[in-house]
């Protein structure tokens, strides 16, 4: 099977599987995946799997980027942060569908590693800093959609508060093996709207910046 015949299934899967949104199947089939995944892993890029990257984390399965991308309903305009940059994947997905990102890490070797990708694929509204996401990014919100591609273990009040009206925040939520995906939406009124996706499996937030890489 050729590489494109593998993005093409892999976009027909996530499609049957219920991720119907064109723009987000548009960015899943577009932005290489094997780009970035790690050395040894790049013949398995397009697997519908969640993958080991450096630093003992892990790339996030395609089909569950769908599901949290479609989630967070981009129109292009979008001033998005994320937490947990990992390898970039879900960020240069995100920097196609929205107008700005902002992404933290708290692995330098992650994080620089994913500003190389970015540059090479000339993604230009990506801004990204080595930092302890449980604490947002103050000074650049607020945010019209945050994304954590890590679980945490309480419902992310401080995040919540950096949110803009009207915005959405998607967020594996849980301190066990298998988390709540949620999706809450501040409405104009200051009333979260809270709804429940579905199930997931996601490295857990942890404090602070990482000491050794
Ligand atoms: N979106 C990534 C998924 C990476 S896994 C991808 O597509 O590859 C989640 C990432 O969250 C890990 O890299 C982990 O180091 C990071 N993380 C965990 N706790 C964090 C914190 N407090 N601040 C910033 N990043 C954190």
Same mark, same amino acid.
């Given at each position: 099977m050729t590489q494109s015949d593998a993005r093409a299934r892999i976009v027909l899967a996530l499609r049957q599987a219920g991720v119907t949104d064109s723009r987000v199947l548009e960015a899943i089939e577009t932005i290489p995946r094997e780009v970035f995944m790690s050395a040894g892993f790049e013949n398995r890029a397009w697997e519908d799997a969640a993958l080991p990257i450096e630093c003992g984390q892990t790339i996030s399965q395609p089909y569950v980027v769908g599901v949290m991308t479609a989630a967070l =309903?981009? =129109? @292009?305009r979008e001033k998005v942060l994320e937490i947990g940059t990992g390898s970039g994947y879900q960020t240069a997905i995100l920097a196609k569908l929205s107008r700005r990102v902002f992404t933290l890490e708290r692995y330098r070797t992650l994080l620089r590693l994913a500003q190389s990708r970015h540059e090479a694929l000339k993604l230009t509204n990506i801004v990204s800093k080595c930092a302890d @996401?449980?604490? @947002?990014w103050p000074d650049q919100g607020p945010f019209d959609r945050i994304i954590f591609t890590c679980a945490t273990p309480f419902r992310p009040d401080a995040l919540l508060a950096q949110l803009a009206p009207g915005g959405i925040l998607v967020a594996p939520v849980g301190a066990g093996a298998v988390q709540e995906l949620l999706r809450y939406r501040l409405r104009d009124d200051g009333v979260f709207e809270e709804e429940a996706l579905m199930d997931v499996r996601f490295v857990p937030l942890l404090p602070g910046v990482a000491r050794d890489a």
């Open positions: =309903s981009l =129109s @292009g @996401g449980g604490q @947002g």
